[in-house]
């Protein structure tokens, strides 16, 4: 058997209870690492729990960016799957439905609060 392909989603979503600061600017610093990792975990976690879980490898956190006023925080993220000859092609509008439904209607990651219009997912 030859080893499946790795796909790529992109996933941005706005925190809104995050203020932006310039250490998520800067990915050598501490707030930086320490967010990465959270996020990492919870979208790792929501990932699994979907859909593309059993093709599903993980989610890298990109950057972090201001959000449209100094509390939020946006961020960009870059999860990888296998695809897989057995598994379904992704079907984005369902994965995004079932990250709705995981995150309360795209207002609640972890401690975090959403922008319920923020959620982007980009196979």
Known sequence: TTAAALE??????????LPY???????DSAKFRATQRVMNT??????????????????ETTGFRPGSDRD??????VCTYSKEPWAAPLD??????QVSN?????????PYSLDKDSLYVNG
């Open 8 to 17: 790529r989603l992109t996933v941005n979503f706005t925190i809104t209870n």
């Open 21 to 27: 600061n310039s250490d998520l600017e800067n990915p």
């Open 42 to 59: 919870l979208l790792d976690r929501l990932l699994k729990d979907s859909s593309i879980g059993p093709v599903f490898q993980g989610c």
């Open 72 to 77: 939020q925080t946006r961020v960009d993220a």
């Open 92 to 97: 984005r509008v369902g994965l995004y439905h």
């Open 102 to 110: 995981k995150t309360r209607g795209i207002t609640q990651l972890g």
